[in-house]
C-alpha cells in the first residue's frame, strides 16, 4: 500500500495500483466476514454498482474463493437501477455476472429487488424484506436508531461525489423515516433507482467507500478534506457511521488532491 491513514474515525487507504487495491479489498472483505461469521453465524453485505464489482473480483480467485464462508453470506444492494434484472444497467446484473455466479453463494440468499413494479413499489417491498430478515436477526439492529446494522455495506462514489443512488442537492438526502427510498429524477441514467437511506448506511457495523481515477479526485477532496462551509456538500461526505468503522479504498489518481497532512508511509 502506497499511504494509509486514520483520522476523524476513519481509515484512507491508498494503493499503487487498481491491482494493489483490488488485493487489499478482498483480504479486507474476507477478514470482516469471517469475523462476522465467527461472532454472528452469518454476513449480511449490501453491495453498490458500477466499478466496485470488478474491483471486488479477485474474491472469486484463489483463495479467497475457498476460503471464504459463501454460504454465510447473505447479499443485499445498497442501490438499485429500476430495470430488469436483465438489463445491462441492472446493478444485480453486474454483481451476478461478475461475482455470486462464480462463488457457492446460496441464491436464496440473495435479496435483490421485484423489477417489474414502479420504484416506489420496489423501495416498498425491499425495504419490507428487509424488515423481515432483520425479524430473523440475520442483519442485526442498530444500537442506536431502529435501522439494520448491516455487517459491511459496501459504496462507490460517482465524481459527483454521490453515493448509492443519493445525488447531490437531492431530497433523498435528508429521508430520515424509510430505511429505502426512491428516485424518479436520477441525474446519472437511469433515472429511476431505489436506495439505502442515509441513517441505514451510518448504521452498518463497516462501510467500505471504493473510488478510483482522477475524475473523482475533486469530490474526494470535497469528501474529506477540512474545506470550507462555501464549498458544496457532497453526499459522500454525509457517510458517517454511528458506531461503525469507515474505511476508504483509493488508487492514487483518486486521492491526488486530498490533504496530505493525514497520511503517513
Ligand atoms: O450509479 C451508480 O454509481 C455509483 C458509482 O459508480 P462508479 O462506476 O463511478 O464506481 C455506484 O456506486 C452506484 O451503485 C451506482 O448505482
Redesign the pocket.
Known sequence: MALSGAHKDRELRIHESLDELSTDLADYIAELSEASVKERGVFAIAL?????ISLMGKLCEAPYNKTVDWARWYVFWA?E?VVAKSHADS?YKLARDGLLFKVPIVPSHVHSINDSVSAEEAANEYEFVIRQVVKSRIISVSDTSDCPKFDLIL????SDG?V??LFPNHSALEETDEWVTFITDSP?PPPERITFTLPVINSASNVVVVVTGDSKAEAVHLALDDVGPDCPLVPARMVQPTTGKLVWFFDKPAASKLDGSQFSK
Open positions: 453498490s454498482g458500477g466499478s466496485l442501490d437501477r446493478n459504496l462507490g462514489m460517482g454521490h448509492a443512488s446519472k
